[in-house]
């Protein structure tokens, strides 16, 4: 059995919700133009959902890798909701700017998501899926029928998804979501191996999971993705705030503050914003989306670039980050320490 290997160049992936119409009516040959270019540019880490605009962003990303070598690049995909075509009258408004004919709802049971997976692998044309995510199974997700749906998912798609990786079907597998409970309750439940770790640790905000997420993940050896490092496009001064219009109070000056900050050392808040969440020894890996070519490159532009001790040490000075939350800086004294 094949394990799950989290390589260097896995750091930097290309999330799937801009091509999955998340934001704007992205064509599929703009699509394929992004991941053209994210592969170009040497981002070997792929994340979509069927989710993401109704199963077309998977789609999308399966035409695009299935002509690539599987052993050249790390993919995973979702579980947690089951689809079922229906006439264009009758696809249920959501985020997705122009979604396939489907409908949907959340089911966490053992055959919902192996019909989940079987249909992954249909509609991508692949023949194996690296990491599956348990998605969107979390209070801002499902309400107040969460509890109801993690027994079902402790009895279902838990043990489903740890029985593949055994068998080899799968290498990994862990939470997709927006929240610190489910992670904690998943990792108390079951032996999950990586989790998506969406909109709960930024440059911006990070606080709660300094505190409790990122021990319980080290504890029982975790790890984790960042999805919306960059709080879906606020970073980079969209005016949405993790996935939705309402911004918090204060947000925008924080921001502002950081960014002047950054310019006065010589980089930008998206270089600031990708290091803060890589400097974290619990994440693995951060997975930005990308509408336009653009911002794949200044990703990997990012990515690339080397970031002033002193930038750190203003940002703790100014309490703009939390004085617990790890930097590069602390890592670099670290080693020089042990000299």
């Not at 690049?73 to 985020?95: H, I, W």
């Not at 270089?271 to 994440?283: G, I, R, S």
């Not at 930038?311 to 590069?328: R, S």
């Amino acid at each position: 059995m094949k394990k799950l290997e989290i390589k260097k160049e896995h750091e930097l992936g290309l999330g799937g919700v801009a091509i999955g119409t998340g934001f704007e009516n992205i064509t599929d040959e703009q699509a394929q133009h992004i991941l053209n270019k994210a592969w170009d540019l040497g981002i070997r880490y792929y994340d979509t959902s069927p989710w993401y605009g109704l199963t077309k962003s998977e789609r999308r990303f399966g035409e695009f890798l299935s002509k690539k070598n599987k052993n050249d690049f790390l993919f995973s995909t979702k579980v947690g909701r089951v689809f079922n075509k229906v006439a264009e009258d009758k696809v249920p408004p959501t985020m997705w700017q122009n979604p396939l004919n489907f409908d949907y709802k959340h089911d966490y049971s053992a055959d919902a998501v192996k019909r989940s997976i079987d249909e992954s692998l249909e509609r991508t044309g692949l023949d194996s899926i690296d990491i599956v995510y348990v998605h969107d199974l979390s209070e801002d997700q499902v309400g107040d029928r969460y509890d109801y749906h993690m027994e079902i998912a402790k009895k279902g798609a838990f043990k489903v998804l740890s029985d593949y990786r055994s068998q080899g079907i799968i290498k990994a597998w862990g939470m997709g979501v927006n929240k610190i409970r489910p992670i904690l309750d998943c990792m108390e439940a079951a032996d999950p191996d990586i989790c998506l770790s969406a909109t709960q640790y930024s440059i911006l905000e990070h606080e709660d999971a300094v505190d409790r997420l990122l021990p319980a993940a080290r504890k029982n050896g975790v790890k984790l993705v960042s999805g919306a490092g960059y709080n879906s496009g606020f970073i980079a001064g969209r005016d949405r705030y993790n996935y939705k219009q309402h911004i918090p109070k204060g947000m925008k000056e924080k921001r502002d503050r950081i960014a002047a900050i950054a310019k006065d050392h010589g980089i930008d808040i998206i270089t600031a914003a990708l290091h803060f969440v890589l400097a974290a020894d619990e994440f693995a890996s951060i997975i930005p989306g990308a509408s336009k070519i653009e911002q794949v490159a200044d990703n990997v532009k990012a990515w690339k670039t080397d970031i002033p001790n002193d930038f750190w040490k203003e940002l703790k000075a100014e309490g703009l980050i939390y004085d617990k939350a790890q930097t590069p800086i602390a890592e670099q004294e670290l080693a020089m320490s042990k000299q």
